[in-house]
């Protein structure tokens, strides 16, 4: 109940291709912006040569188009993105809006995987948590204060808000920053 999915997401030759539990129902109504595969020009420490060939990099959508999830590529997401570059650390990503199910925040916590003899990437790891569960425990935790203080988890490297019991994200139509919410720290 607290993880949303758990998955592998190849890089299939540029197309991206996953494998996931719970089977994701795709809902093709749900765009999601492509942050496109440029990013995959950059060398990594794993990969002496690029992430993805010119050939690999033309099979992803351009940066700013948006894809129905049919035609799902992970490598044109952040969290892909930020774990392909990070070959060493787990990554921690989000809040995002998913790819697959409408208005639902997301929080990803990740690796990329690396073949270990010749360094190539192929895949990313995934380990999702909605941000409504996550909701659902700071309003928990303020039931428990004394004096009902503002509760929030928020992401210390930009101040983004994963879940608070003051932001309702259910209609959320943007993330948003714990400034906004007017807490005082």
Request: some cysteine; charged content about 20%.
């Amino acid at each position: 109940q607290d993880v949303r999915s758990i998955g592998v997401y190849f890089a299939n030759s540029g197309a991206g291709s996953l494998i996931a539990f719970p089977a994701i129902v795709v809902d093709s109504k749900s765009p999601y912006e492509s942050i496109g595969c440029e990013w995959s020009i950059g060398v990594n420490s794993s990969d002496p040569d690029y992430i993805l060939t010119d050939k690999e990099r033309k099979r992803c959508h351009p940066e700013g188009s948006m894809v129905l999830p049919r035609e799902y590529n992970p490598l044109e997401r952040s969290w892909c993105r930020d774990q392909a570059l990070n070959p060493y650390r787990t990554q921690i990503s989000g809040p995002y809006f998913d790819a697959f199910v409408e208005n639902l925040l997301t929080l990803t916590i990740g690796r990329a995987v690396f073949d270990r003899l010749t360094g190539k990437f192929i895949a990313c790891t995934l380990l999702d948590v909605s941000d409504l569960r996550l909701a659902k425990l700071m309003r928990d935790v303020k039931s428990n204060l004394s004096n009902s203080p503002k509760v929030a988890l928020v992401r210390w490297d930009n101040g983004a808000v994963i879940a608070s019991s003051e932001w309702d994200s259910t209609n959320a139509t943007n993330t948003t920053d714990i400034f906004a919410l007017h807490f005082s720290i």
